[in-house]
């Protein structure tokens, strides 16, 4: 019971209460329909016995109307009795209807037809007399006990009736008093009951739903006051957003002019990719060439080499020449040396060929300082062909290196080529997405605007929940002073 | 190049041309040599013959300054190593030699620079555009073979 809910609780209240007055109700009602049934049968009886009191004085009408008839032979005073023979008629069959749900007074009223019969037609049977035969033998009937005894006879059979009756008229209303009393008591105590079962079932209720609401309103205040508390962080939360929107609007603007300014400059790019491309084709026809006449200065360097290395044999074939010409001035020294010693040892004779001698020393000497001079300029000229030669090489294989460089740069200007022609189509996607970006950003742009403006209704309502939220705890505070106020 | 074929020539034809010049200041020649690791002067009057490649030959003897004998001129003649006369190292191989003109000896060179032709009032020393350096005295020369010689035959004999 702890578990259920608010409605289910009012609703079982309801219900038990609703149980216990439909109980009462019915047993009421059923009571209260026996007791009916039992007036309507007492009621009944008392039809019954109305009708036998109706019949013996509808008789004794007739009888009336007779004696004085009899006494008086005025017809007037038959009037009581035509009016009363009619009249037993329909109240015997107004009894027979009245007791046709007992067979036994009904054998009774078949016995008492023919008793009553018998008396109509003694009645009828003296007035005639008294009409046709005059007073005294009208009064000799009556003297005869005929009339009283059948009177009798009624009297005991209607009396029969009336007492089985009164039997039932006793029991009937013994019936209807008990029926009335046991609907009392079950009304007093259904009553009682009910009304002892509802305040319980109120009180336990009451006690729940006030301790159950209590505790539902202490969680509402609490989560009241921490809704207060969230829509105030949401507010502030909302407020902060507002601003980020602001700024990545105004960050998306720069952005969006920065894409307009990246396409502008993508398709620059192209144009001078473009004009690279030319560049770079242009390039290689020239380096076509250039390779072309680095072949030539190639074979060129080659001829230089080969020249040059045949200037170093002929400068080798020069030296030896001249270690003959070397050795033999200095031969003719050495000669003119001993040949001067010979013309000294000669005296006088010897001198002009002394003279001779000296001079061809000085021609040796002369001839072996040119000699030396000779070698230096021959040395200096090999010294300068190896250099050549060295320096030419070093040259081809600049050249070779040159040329393969060349072959490189026309690799390299192909590759630019391509690269080139690679970098134009990305710089023309890069334009086509970089619109398409500008496209999007404005899209976004709008976007942000629109989340801009729904943060700024958000801000509102966040202070709206705030402000809700504050009343709400203020609401909980007062149910909760309402449900418990011991608690508030 | 300093001097030409055909200026050579003219110049020694010149020499024949020329008269004979009889009221020149009187000279004396030299040799320029180097012995050892030094420049020396030696008188020409005081060789008689100046020879290159010469083949020397080794012989057995105990003076460290005779290098072997070689011919010159149909005759064979000792040959001294000037070097170790005058203290220093060994000449080692070299191609000069002289035959002095007093002696029939050869003194080995360490080297041969050329001819000087000098002023006769020259005593000790010369002076060349190279410098400034001593006369060998022959004489000198072969009288320290002589010595060692006579040291080495003194030797032998006892």
């Given at each position: 019971?702890?578990?259920?809910?608010?409605?289910?609780?009012?609703?079982?209240?309801?219900?038990?209460?609703?149980?216990?007055?439909?109980?009462?109700?019915?047993?009421?009602?059923?009571?209260?329909?026996?007791?009916?049934?039992?007036?309507?049968?007492?009621?009944?009886?008392?039809?019954?016995?109305?009708?036998?009191?109706?019949?013996?004085?509808?008789?004794?009408?007739?009888?009336?109307?007779?004696?004085?008839?009899?006494?008086?032979?005025?017809?007037?005073?038959?009037?009581?009795?035509?009016?009363?023979?009619?009249?037993?008629?329909?109240?015997?069959?107004?009894?027979?209807?009245?007791?046709?749900?007992?067979?036994?007074?009904?054998?009774?009223?078949?016995?008492?037809?023919?008793?009553?019969?018998?008396?109509?037609?003694?009645?009828?049977?003296?007035?005639?007399?008294?009409?046709?035969?005059?007073?005294?033998?009208?009064?000799?009937?009556?003297?005869?006990?005929?009339?009283?005894?059948?009177?009798?006879?009624?009297?005991?059979?209607?009396?029969?009736?009336?007492?089985?009756?009164?039997?039932?008229?006793?029991?009937?209303?013994?019936?209807?008093?008990?029926?009335?009393?046991?609907?009392?008591?079950?009304?007093?105590?259904?009553?009682?009951?009910?009304?002892?079962?509802?305040?319980?079932?109120?009180?336990?209720?009451?006690?729940?739903?006030?301790?159950?609401?209590?505790?539902?309103?202490?969680?509402?205040?609490?989560?009241?006051?921490?809704?207060?508390?969230?829509?105030?962080?949401?507010?502030?939360?909302?407020?902060?957003?507002?601003?980020?929107?602001?700024?990545?609007?105004?960050?998306?603007?720069?952005?969006?002019?920065?894409?307009?300014?990246?396409?502008?400059?993508?398709?620059?790019?192209?144009?001078?990719?473009?004009?690279?491309?030319?560049?770079?084709?242009?390039?290689?026809?020239?380096?076509?060439?250039?390779?072309?006449?680095?072949?030539?200065?190639?074979?060129?360097?080659?001829?230089?080499?080969?020249?040059?290395?045949?200037?170093?044999?002929?400068?080798?074939?020069?030296?030896?020449?001249?270690?003959?010409?070397?050795?033999?001035?200095?031969?003719?020294?050495?000669?003119?040396?001993?040949?001067?010693?010979?013309?000294?040892?000669?005296?006088?004779?010897?001198?002009?060929?002394?003279?001779?001698?000296?001079?061809?020393?000085?021609?040796?000497?002369?001839?072996?300082?040119?000699?030396?001079?000779?070698?230096?300029?021959?040395?200096?000229?090999?010294?300068?062909?190896?250099?050549?030669?060295?320096?030419?090489?070093?040259?081809?294989?600049?050249?070779?290196?040159?040329?393969?460089?060349?072959?490189?740069?026309?690799?390299?200007?192909?590759?630019?080529?391509?690269?080139?022609?690679?970098?134009?189509?990305?710089?023309?996607?890069?334009?086509?997405?970089?619109?398409?970006?500008?496209?999007?950003?404005?899209?976004?742009?709008?976007?942000?605007?629109?989340?801009?403006?729904?943060?700024?209704?958000?801000?509102?309502?966040?202070?709206?929940?705030?402000?809700?939220?504050?009343?709400?705890?203020?609401?909980?505070?007062?149910?909760?002073?309402?449900?418990?106020?011991?608690?508030? | 190049?300093?001097?030409?074929?055909?200026?050579?020539?003219?110049?020694?034809?010149?020499?024949?041309?020329?008269?004979?010049?009889?009221?020149?200041?009187?000279?004396?020649?030299?040799l320029?040599?180097?012995?050892?690791?030094?420049?020396y002067?030696i008188r020409?009057s005081d060789v008689a013959?100046?020879?290159?490649?010469?083949?020397?030959?080794?012989?057995?003897?105990?003076?460290?300054?005779?290098?072997?004998?070689?011919?010159?001129?149909?005759?064979?003649?000792?040959?001294?190593?000037l070097?170790?006369?005058?203290?220093?190292?060994?000449?080692?191989?070299?191609?000069?030699?002289v035959?002095t003109a007093v002696e029939?000896v050869?003194l080995?060179?360490?080297?041969?620079?050329?001819?000087?032709?000098?002023?006769?009032?020259?005593?000790?020393?010369?002076?060349?555009?190279?410098?400034?350096?001593?006369i060998l005295h022959v004489p000198s020369v072969l009288d320290t073979i002589?010595?060692?010689?006579?040291?080495?035959?003194?030797?032998?004999?006892?």
């Amino acid at each position: 019971m702890r578990e259920w809910t608010f409605g289910k609780k009012v609703g079982a209240g309801f219900a038990v209460a609703s149980l216990i007055l439909a109980i009462v109700a019915l047993v009421g009602y059923l009571s209260v329909d026996q007791l009916i049934e039992s007036n309507r049968l007492v009621t009944h009886t008392h039809e019954v016995l109305g009708g036998l009191d109706k019949l013996l004085l509808r008789l004794v009408d007739a009888e009336t109307g007779e004696r004085g008839y009899i006494i008086t032979g005025n017809d007037a005073y038959l009037e009581p009795y035509r009016s009363a023979a009619d009249e037993i008629k329909r109240t015997l069959d107004e009894l027979r209807r009245l007791t046709a749900d007992s067979p036994v007074q009904q054998r009774r009223l078949d016995a008492l037809s023919p008793m009553l019969d018998a008396k109509v037609n003694q009645l009828a049977a003296t007035i005639e007399l008294r009409r046709t035969g005059g007073l005294e033998p009208a009064s000799r009937e009556v003297a005869s006990h005929l009339g009283k005894n059948l009177m009798d006879q009624l009297r005991g059979a209607v009396g029969e009736l009336k007492r089985e009756e009164e039997s039932l008229r006793a029991d009937r209303k013994g019936r209807a008093e008990s029926s009335a009393q046991t609907t009392k008591l079950i009304v007093s105590v259904g009553t009682i009951g009910g009304v002892l079962l509802i305040a319980v079932m109120g009180w336990l209720i009451t006690t729940s739903l006030s301790s159950q609401i209590g505790a539902a309103v202490q969680h509402v205040q609490s989560s009241s006051a921490e809704l207060q508390t969230a829509a105030n962080q949401q507010a502030t939360g909302a407020k902060e957003q507002s601003t980020a929107m602001n700024e990545i609007s105004t960050t998306i603007s720069e952005l969006l002019v920065t894409t307009r300014q990246i396409a502008e400059s993508a398709q620059r790019v192209a144009q001078i990719a473009e004009q690279t491309a030319s560049a770079a084709a242009s390039g290689d026809r020239t380096v076509v060439t250039a390779r072309e006449s680095i072949a030539a200065i190639r074979r060129q360097v080659d001829l230089v080499v080969g020249h040059m290395l045949e200037l170093g044999g002929k400068s080798q074939q020069i030296g030896a020449v001249l270690d003959i010409v070397s050795e033999l001035a200095e031969q003719t020294n050495i000669l003119a040396i001993n040949a001067t010693i010979e013309a000294a040892g000669a005296g006088e004779a010897g001198q002009r060929f002394a003279v001779v001698a000296d001079e061809i020393r000085k021609l040796a000497d002369r001839v072996a300082g040119s000699t030396k001079e000779i070698r230096t300029l021959i040395n200096d000229v090999r010294s300068a062909v190896n250099t050549t030669v060295m320096a030419t090489e070093t040259g081809s294989k600049a050249v070779d290196a040159g040329g393969k460089r060349f072959e490189e740069v026309l690799a390299a200007l192909q590759q630019i080529g391509g690269l080139v022609t690679t970098t134009t189509e990305a710089a023309r996607e890069i334009g086509l997405s970089t619109k398409q970006q500008a496209t999007a950003v404005e899209q976004v742009n709008v976007a942000i605007t629109n989340v801009a403006q729904t943060t700024r209704e958000t801000e509102a309502s966040s202070g709206q929940t705030l402000q809700t939220a504050s009343q709400l705890t203020l609401l909980s505070k007062d149910l909760l002073r309402l449900v418990q106020p011991q608690a508030a | 190049m300093a001097l030409d074929a055909p200026t050579l020539a003219r110049a020694f034809d010149r020499t024949f041309a020329e008269p004979q010049q009889n009221g020149a200041a009187p000279t004396d020649d030299f040799l320029d040599v180097r012995i050892g690791t030094d420049p020396y002067a030696i008188r020409l009057s005081d060789v008689a013959g100046l020879f290159a490649d010469k083949v020397i030959t080794r012989v057995p003897t105990p003076l460290p300054a005779l290098a072997g004998t070689a011919g010159f001129r149909g005759a064979i003649r000792p040959v001294y190593d000037l070097a170790v006369l005058m203290g220093y190292a060994p000449t080692g191989s070299s191609r000069w030699l002289v035959v002095t003109a007093v002696e029939p000896v050869a003194l080995l060179l360490s080297g041969f620079e050329g001819h000087l032709r000098l002023p006769r009032d020259v005593r000790d020393v010369v002076q060349t555009p190279r410098g400034v350096y001593p006369i060998l005295h022959v004489p000198s020369v072969l009288d320290t073979i002589k010595r060692q010689l006579s040291q080495h035959t003194g030797q032998k004999e006892r």
